[in-house]
């Protein structure tokens, strides 16, 4: 009972428009106060939650593809994407959600995708004769690909708090699902396509057009297979490819002669910006999950499921709905670091692969980025395409219920997640 209040004052706290961070905050120090913990562990406990060295990933994954998208060799993979299928009904649409699945292997971020290659992406849509709804329903669907393809920080955020899930795992186990979902939305804006008569491209590219948009995309296009690469080869460790990342990211710049000291600092400022939002969450979250320790919430949830959840279907399908709330009202970093260490323990308990349930959360709060009445993607999108939010929900709807569909095949068919690290093993 005393849990549930807790939650029920959290969720209050986050509807009135108190920053997550704050709302994080103010649930620890209650939680403190009743436990009559001494308030002096709640700064040391921020401190070692931040004091991770797996958490450089964060900061160097964020800069490469600031690095990436300043050149602008973004527009080269949209070009190359429209060279592979803007043929097909719906073209446009297409072109979208496959550079988003290109882009994802780069930036490993939703609101990168959205602000950075989605404003393009939607201004082709438009001139073509797309209404802008559609074209930022398209956008914001395609940009939820981003943290689920490798590299992906909420999934270090997940390995790290699951402590025995290596970063690697997490990374392969993203690409089955975030192609699936990828292709997936192709196939819902084939169908939209054909039912309203979307345009497209009436000509075929050649193959020599097609050689020549993959030449000008290869540096972009290297990244991505290179940390990849890497990482299965065992040449180097997650982390350490988030520093070749930037390596890379800097040596495509130079040569192409596309970046400036000025524009280095402005990528170095912006990924600041991101990480200190994201360490602050961390640091915040830690120190909450030690609070709710301390008060035993974790076990008594604990000791509910085992009583009254019998089977690992059931409880995963329990999982998925509590995410899945949670995913709507909430960003999906706190949602890991705090719902992580209490559902993990109980997955174990059923015998649930680690990588399968890690993969299958993180999928989930990626939804939730789209999913109204909150979804943290709609209003970037929204707000880049100038078009009404409540008009973005009505044309979002249709890739939310397919997003829930793709969720339910990944958490019934685990292959899907665990077929791709179990090769490298």
Not at 19 to 30: A, K, Q, R, Y
Not at 142 to 152: M, V, Y
Not at 230 to 238: D, E, L, N, P, Y
Not at 400 to 412: A, Q
Request: proline residues 5%; aromatic residues 8%.
């Amino acid at each position: 009972m005393f849990a549930a209040g807790l939650f029920a004052v959290f969720l209050i706290i986050i509807i009135l428009g108190v920053p997550i961070g704050f709302s994080m905050g103010f649930l620890t120090i209650v939680c403190f106060e009743v436990g009559n913990g001494p308030l002096i562990t709640l700064a040391q406990k921020m401190y070692s939650g931040i004091n991770n060295f797996t958490y450089l990933c964060i900061p160097l994954f964020i800069l490469a593809g600031e690095i990436m998208s300043r050149c602008g060799l973004t527009m080269s993979i949209v070009k190359f994407c429209d060279t592979l299928v803007g043929h097909i009904r719906g073209g446009l649409a297409h072109v979208n959600i496959l550079a988003s699945m290109l882009f994802a292997g780069i930036s490993g971020s939703a609101t990168a995708d959205a602000t950075g290659l989605g404003r393009v992406e939607m201004e082709m849509m438009t001139k073509a004769g797309y209404t802008k709804e559609y074209s930022a329903a398209v956008t914001a669907a395609s940009a939820i690909i981003g943290p689920i393809i490798p590299p992906s920080n909420i999934m270090i955020i997940y390995a790290v708090c699951a402590a025995n899930v290596s970063i690697s795992d997490m990374f392969l186990g993203g690409v089955g699902p975030g192609v699936l979902l990828g292709l997936s939305e192709m196939l819902l804006c084939y169908c939209l396509a054909r039912k309203y008569n979307h345009p497209h491209r009436a000509r075929r590219s050649s193959l020599r057009e097609i050689l020549h948009a993959l030449k000008e995309s290869l540096p972009v296009l290297g990244l991505p297979a290179i940390i990849l690469g890497g990482i299965v080869s065992g040449v180097f460790t997650a982390t350490e490819s988030s520093a070749i990342a930037v390596f890379y990211a800097l040596i495509v710049a130079v040569a192409r002669k596309a970046i400036t000291w000025k524009d280095l600092v402005d990528c170095c400022y912006n990924t600041a910006k991101s990480t200190a939002n994201v360490m602050f969450i961390i640091a915040v979250a830690t120190a909450m999950s030690y609070a709710l320790t301390i008060l035993r919430i974790p076990q008594a949830i604990v000791a509910v499921c085992m009583e009254y959840v019998h089977s690992a279907a059931l409880f995963l399908l329990i999982t998925n709905v509590i995410l899945i709330v949670i995913g709507c009202v909430m960003d999906q970093s706190p949602a890991l670091l705090m719902m992580v260490p209490i559902l993990l323990p109980i997955a174990m308990k059923f015998g649930i692969d680690p990588v399968h349930f890690g993969v299958l959360c993180c999928f989930n709060l990626t939804i939730g980025l789209i999913s109204p009445p909150v979804g943290m993607t709609l209003f970037v999108t929204a707000n880049v395409a100038k078009v009404k939010l409540t008009d973005l929900f009505k044309a979002i709807i249709p890739f939310v219920i397919l997003g829930y569909v793709v969720l339910l095949l990944i958490t019934w068919i685990p292959g899907i997640v665990t077929f791709i690290p179990s090769l490298v093993k």
